[in-house]
């Protein structure tokens, strides 16, 4: 077991869905998870975004998120949640298909989606939210504990990578993306990569062009980019990557599978 979310929802293992050949296998980091907002009884927000359930899918895009959060049970006298805002859930999803598949001419049904670590973690700011609004509030109003992992400083083990390439061994696929640094730290390195997105190179006429991976037995077209929060200005973000990536849609995208042979 994972662990377990606020209000008491179980952390899920999240792994590929279909598990037919693909022509892309997709590499992130760790899935998000179901975010909601945690109202009191009088309707003021006690907090404006508390992860509540893993996300249905890898790379979730935001379906089902009013019947989710609705199917959380709170304590009676410990107020309400209703679910917080669509940036929060599923945009890093909603941008994987419209800002990497799509330009490439792909869609999900193509990709097999994977991650270091597969299951929701929580960084230092949602810790501290949580110890100010919920754990100061959870004897007097019965909320249940919650045992919601940090992000591990490792990423992958060599366990955790002979999964993931098993995975890619069943995904059978043309082409590898990997999505910012870590995977090319914590995978793709280990099979010959570089272990970061900038080794690649930063201007227009590198970012975003196809290397090759050799994985198992399996050689195959390797596309290092940018994480979706980067590309999509999701909080935090590089300008120059988001840049890059723009101009990569426009101009290089397009006809980027007619430059290799594997596919």
């Known amino acids: 077991m994972n662990g377990t979310f606020p209000f008491g929802r179980p952390i899920e293992t999240l792994t590929q869905h279909d598990r037919s050949p693909k022509r892309v ?12 907002r945690w109202l009191d009884e009088d309707g003021t927000t006690l907090l404006g975004a508390v992860a509540v359930a893993s996300e249905p899918e890898i790379a979730w895009r935001g ?28 945009p890093s999803g909603a941008a994987l298909d419209e800002l990497f598949l799509g330009p490439l001419g792909l869609t999900r049904s193509d990709a ?3 991650d270091l670590v597969p299951y929701s973690c929580k960084n230092n700011r949602q810790a501290t939210a949580l110890k100010r609004a919920y754990d100061k509030r959870a004897t007097k109003l019965g909320l249940p504990a919650y045992d919601w992992p940090f992000v ?7 366990a955790r990578r002979a999964e993931i390439a098993d995975e890619v061994a069943q995904a059978a696929p043309d082409m590898i993306i990997t999505l910012g640094d870590q995977p090319l730290r914590w995978f793709a390195n280990y099979y010959g990569s570089k272990s970061k997105l900038s080794a690649y190179g930063e201007t227009r006429d590198e970012y975003g062009r196809f ?19 980067q590309v999509a200005r999701l909080g935090s973000h590089s300008a120059t990557l988001a840049a890059l990536h723009e101009h990569w849609i426009k101009h290089v995208a397009p006809d980027l599978l007619l430059d290799t042979p594997a596919l």
Not at 25 to 36: K, M, N
Not at 73 to 82: D, K, M, N, Y
């Open 112 to 114: 097999w989606m994977c």
């Open 63 to 90: 379906e089902g998120l009013d019947e989710i959060v609705a199917s959380i049970p709170v304590p009676a006298g410990a107020g309400s949640l209703v679910p917080a805002g669509d940036n929060l859930n599923g």
């Open 152 to 158: 591990p400083e490792d990423l992958a083990d060599d």
């Open 25 to 36: 296998f997709i590499l992130g980091v760790y899935p998000s998870a179901v975010y909601a």
């Open 211 to 229: 290397q090759e991976v050799r994985i198992g037995k399996r050689t195959m077209a390797l596309l290092p980019l940018a994480h979706p929060r």
